[in-house]
């Protein structure tokens, strides 16, 4: 099983600031990495697919890179409404997993 | 739009057998191209994938429930469900059910999600 393991686990963060999350896995994926955030008491929202492809409908400020083993998201000009938990997952292997999540606050 | 749905008993007695219902609207599950997959949340903490069915009624479970899980689909209802057998309280979660679009090399990730149902095990 491929464990992804996400730094930092929790963020404090002023509004404007730049949030860079990373996911790391323990082995090679590829690009096989999409990213999704958590509001509380609400589902998952996809940001990203495959490392760095944008989502319809998802604002600009959030983007991802990375291949392999290492991974970033990445969120331009912080908004008070970008407060969630962020996961990624990879679908390289199976079992599928997902990283153990960061939480964003605002301060 | 694609909408999924959770039904199901909220609340199972220990040793007894979860069983939630996905019904998917605004799509067909008999399209190719997807897995529907069950992924389940306990408190507070983070997610895991439970396994998928593909219309054609393939499976894969995660080998942590592989023992308990059974996945199946019932095109004509345009539902798939989930039964988890021999619950314990670790079973107490959030159970959502989610589309994954399949790329051409079987990755994929989750475009929609239900909202998710709070399922407690305790007598």
């Known amino acids: 099983e491929i464990v992804l393991t996400q730094s930092p686990d929790f963020q404090s963060v002023t509004p404007k600031e730049k949030v860079t999350i990373t996911c790391r896995a323990s082995?090679?994926?590829?690009?096989?990495l999409h990213w999704y955030q958590q509001k509380p008491d609400q589902s998952p929202k996809l940001l990203i697919k495959?490392?760095?492809q944008s989502i319809s409908g998802v604002p600009s400020r959030f983007s991802g890179s990375g291949s392999g083993t290492d991974f970033t998201l990445t969120i331009n000009s912080l908004e008070a409404e970008d407060a969630a938990a962020y996961y990624c997952?990879?679908?390289?292997?199976?079992?599928?997993?997902f990283g153990q999540g960061t939480k964003v606050e605002i301060k | 739009q694609v909408q999924l749905q959770e039904s199901g008993p909220g609340l199972v007695k220990p040793s007894q057998t979860l069983s939630l219902t996905c019904t998917v609207s605004?799509?067909?599950?008999?399209?190719?191209?997807?897995?529907w997959s069950w992924i389940r949340q306990h408190p507070g903490k983070g997610l895991e994938w439970i396994g998928y069915?593909?219309?054609?009624?393939?499976?894969y479970y995660n080998p942590s429930l592989k023992s308990r899980v059974t996945i199946s689909v019932d095109t004509s209802k345009n539902q798939f469900s989930l039964k988890l057998s021999s619950v314990t309280a670790a079973d107490t979660a959030v159970y959502y059910c989610?589309?994954?679009?399949?790329?051409?090399?079987?990755?994929?990730?989750?475009?929609?999600w239900g909202q998710g149902t709070l399922v407690t095990v305790s007598s």
């Open positions: 997952h990879q679908s390289s292997s199976l079992p599928q997993t």
């Open positions: 069915i593909y219309y054609s009624g393939s499976t």
């Open positions: 082995q090679s994926i590829g690009s096989s």
């Open positions: 605004g799509g067909s599950i008999s399209s190719g191209g997807y897995y």
């Open positions: 989610a589309r994954e679009v399949v790329s051409y090399d079987s990755s994929g990730y989750f475009d929609y």
């Open positions: 495959y490392a760095s």
